[in-house]
């Protein structure tokens, strides 16, 4: 850790209100482009970054940092992610790594086309009514008024399918696995 922010670090761990303004203006905007390039939403990303800086503060005496950017950038990251994974919008999560796999080697491609075996085993898993609406809904991008209508069904019958189809979806991912591809890439 250079000397200086060797410095800031001790005044911060004093209470130094001044030495975290510091931290805080030295880091804030690399921490925020992180963060809106996993969550691809301003506001989303803004509150995250506000949050791993009081959390910080918050934890000041505790801490024992080496490399400021690397910890920063570690804070990001696991917050990034557990925002997506609680995210009620799955294409969201899917965008985000289809964008991710374009960037990658081919040993991130292996790694990025299990997690992809992984996606398309656990939708294999739905009941067949239940993964017929996700299908047309995530793949096809039907509206739910058009499933409805397609399936003859009601909107709200629709609904639940595609609740149902989530809430089994993140509980039978490995959000471990894409935490650690998540680490990997950045």
């Not at 209470?15 to 975290?20: D, P």
């Amino acid at each position: 850790m250079p000397l200086a922010e060797a410095d800031i670090w001790i005044g911060i761990k004093n209470g130094s209100e001044q030495a975290f303004q510091d931290l805080f203006d030295v880091h804030w905007q690399r921490c925020f482009a992180l963060s809106y390039k996993l969550l691809r939403d301003r506001e989303a990303a803004e509150d995250l970054v506000q949050d791993v800086f009081v959390d910080l503060w918050t934890r000041k005496k505790h801490l024992l940092i080496h490399n400021t950017e690397a910890f920063l950038t570690q804070m990001v990251k696991n917050r990034s992610f557990i925002t997506l994974s609680r995210t009620r919008i799955p294409e969201r999560n899917l965008q985000l790594l289809e964008s991710l796999l374009l960037e990658s080697s081919p040993e991130e491609k292996l790694i990025w086309n299990e997690i992809s075996i992984s996606i398309e085993s656990a939708v294999e898993q739905l009941p067949p009514r239940c993964k017929e609406v996700f299908v047309l809904r995530k793949y096809e991008g039907l509206s739910v008024d058009e499933i409805a209508e397609k399936l003859n069904m009601s909107i709200r019958t629709v609904e639940n399918h595609l609740y149902q189809a989530a809430k089994f979806l993140r509980n039978n991912l490995n959000p471990v696995m894409l935490l650690l591809i998540l680490n990997k890439l950045f």
